[in-house]
């Protein structure tokens, strides 16, 4: 099939740079640098298989894809308009044979995919609980950002189910909630093993949190030094550049 006609009128193609492209609809939820953040933080090693968890348009397994060629991936998505999205990106990258993607509920994970089958798992969460914040009509953004379809709880229990013992737990989400993503972590025994906070500029408080879990492991966190996002107005740190695979100037 040609490439171009797997891109619809109404969407745009994003060059991630990375040799891959994305398709997105400008309407609906676009990935932001959560999305990067997570697929950089996360690590997976060669046959490993990866669950994304809510993947959307499939931009983290895409973005991993790229970071850990030698891995196989799958992302589920309750919504067909974006898993259809998601399985268009990835047959114009030609990735069909590493990639799968499933339209699917996030709370029958475990009815999907079988229990402790997967090596890793990643997702970026809706942040927000029940109406706080709620604003719009746009069905797809409120399932995106808000816990209307599934809770931190359902996330995680779900993860717990589909990893394999030892297996790894990323996630990035909010730090006004990371007393109960603590606490539910260690309720579905997904030990907390590593913990980075991100800061917008260095003198504010952190608005992003990425971490890792283990299922069944020993109770031992490592935090890693504050990431912070921008310099000044406009213009990224060094380390974000790095991590958008820019060079910077001397």
């Known amino acids: 099939m040609d490439r171009e006609k797997l891109v619809l009128e109404h969407e745009r193609l994003d060059d991630l740079q990375n040799g891959y492209m994305l398709i997105q609809n400008p309407k609906q939820f676009c990935f932001g640098i959560d999305a990067v953040l997570l697929s950089w933080f996360a690590n997976v090693k060669p046959q490993e298989q990866v669950l994304?968890?809510?993947?959307?348009?499939?931009?983290?397994?895409?973005?991993?894809?790229?970071?850990?060629?030698?891995?196989?991936?799958?992302?589920?998505?309750?919504?067909?308009e974006s898993a259809d999205v998601a399985r268009r990106s990835v047959a114009y990258n030609h990735l069909e044979e590493d990639i799968v993607i499933t339209t699917g509920d996030i709370k029958e994970a475990a009815a999907i995919y079988g229990g402790s089958f997967f090596?890793?798992?990643?997702?970026?969460p809706p942040y927000m609980v029940g109406n706080h914040g709620l604003t719009g009509d746009n069905q797809a953004k409120i399932i995106a950002r808000h816990e209307t379809l599934c809770t931190l709880e359902d996330v995680i229990s779900q993860?717990?189910?589909?990893?394999?013992?030892?297996?790894?737990?990323?996630?990035?989400?909010?730090?006004?909630?990371?007393?109960?993503?603590?606490?539910?972590?260690?309720?579905?025994?997904?030990?907390?093993?590593?913990?980075?906070?991100?800061?917008?500029?260095?003198?504010?408080?952190?608005?992003?949190?990425?971490?890792?879990?283990?299922?069944?492991?020993?109770?031992?966190?490592?935090?890693?030094?504050?990431?912070?996002?921008?310099?000044?107005?406009?213009?990224?740190?060094?380390?974000?550049?790095?991590?958008?695979?820019?060079?910077?100037?001397?």
Do not use: W
């Not at 090596?119 to 970026?124: G, M």
């Open 159 to 250: 993860a717990a189910k589909v990893l394999k013992p030892r297996g790894r737990f990323y996630m990035v989400h909010r730090p006004f909630r990371l007393a109960e993503i603590m606490s539910v972590m260690v309720k579905y025994r997904i030990e907390p093993k590593r913990m980075r906070l991100v800061h917008p500029y260095v003198d504010k408080e952190p608005n992003m949190v990425l971490i890792e879990g283990m299922r069944g492991g020993n109770s031992r966190m490592t935090v890693e030094k504050p990431l912070i996002v921008y310099e000044k107005p406009g213009v990224y740190t060094r380390e974000i550049l790095d991590i958008y695979g820019q060079e910077t100037k001397k």
């Open 119 to 124: 090596d890793v798992v990643t997702t970026n």
């Open 52 to 80: 994304d968890m809510g993947t959307g348009t499939g931009i983290v397994p895409i973005l991993l894809k790229a970071r850990y060629p030698k891995g196989k991936y799958t992302g589920l998505e309750i919504q067909e």
